[in-house]
């Protein structure tokens, strides 16, 4: 039987040493604030045994980790007209990008860059009463905890800085994919992203998916098939431009987020989330990548 707290301990204890943590991203002036040197990890089985190291119960702006939610949920609402509105290809190109949406006809090339997530994000307000609070009441059902919430601050510093989602968000609309007012749109998009959890809360809301769609509380959020293609999605786009190099080194269906988060998972068996808030020149958490590389090295428990 692998003994995971002992490999999580071995892990926690290499990486607080390595001295290159990246550099924590700046251009959302909120995350700026927050200490380069917080690092934790949290893994739950497919049993529900739960393993932490360090830093693993302090929440964070988990970002672009919440472009998975929201297309589980836009999934769950408007089912497969999902992929009429996004595609499925990895970009190779940065997450906000803007190029390739023109040249293809306002199709983002899939829902995790910032283009498509902008796309799922107007289908969600399309089809949620109260789009906030229903995706907030969503995430918090799948997690099992009503503590988790917007941090607001983080919310407003991407509205006034967002001047490159407000270029997509335009141009999406100019190809008429996207169906409500910009602004609407975008006020949901940046709570969406300023979701605030620590390792243990994302491990815990991811579970589903590793759990072939049940939750922890057994409640059936969807199909077999949906989950397929989402985890999918996650290993071929899930770390924009360097999801090869995840596949390579990890080699785990995955999302990563500018918090400084990663969460992974192997299907039928566990979900790992780590944080650490210093990122490397794709934008992905540099010392995140390092843990879960040696972690499936050091278990034998990946994909491939």
Known sequence: MTDFQAILNSI??????????????????????????????????IHGDTFSVGASSTPFSI???????????????????????????????????????????????NPFINSGAIVIADILVSNLKNPKEDFLNYVRALAGDATINYNTDVAYSEKITGFKNYAAA?????FNNLKNPVDDVLDFYFHQCALALSCSQI??????????????????????????????????????D??????????????????????????????????????NKKGNSKLGMLALEQFTTDTNKSVF
Not at 18 to 23: E, L, R, S, Y
Not at 86 to 108: M, R, T, W, Y
Request: charged share 15%; hydrophobic share 40%.
């Open 170 to 174: 335009n141009l999406l609309k100019s």
């Open 12 to 45: 926690y204890t290499k990486i607080i040493k390595v001295k290159d943590k990246g550099t924590v991203a700046s251009y959302i002036p909120e995350l700026a604030h927050v200490d380069i040197n917080n690092f934790g990890m949290h893994l739950q089985t």
């Open 63 to 109: 970002q672009s980790m919440s472009k998975v939610l929201a297309l589980s949920k836009a999934i769950e609402l408007v089912g497969e007209t999902v992929w009429q509105r996004v595609d499925v290809e990895p970009s190779g190109h940065p997450f906000n990008q803007l190029a390739l949406l023109e040249v293809e006809s306002g199709i983002p090339r």
């Open 242 to 279: 360097e999801a090869g190099e995840f596949a390579f080194e990890v080699g785990l269906p995955g999302k990563s987020g500018v918090g400084g988060g990663i969460v992974a998972l192997l299907p039928n068996n566990y979900v790992i989330t780590t944080w650490a808030p210093g990122l």
């Open 203 to 240: 491990t815990n809301a991811f579970f589903f998916l590793a759990n072939r769609g049940r939750c922890a509380k057994d409640h059936q959020y969807l199909t077999l098939p949906q989950v397929k293609r989402i985890n999918a999605l996650m290993l071929t786009c899930g770390f924009y």
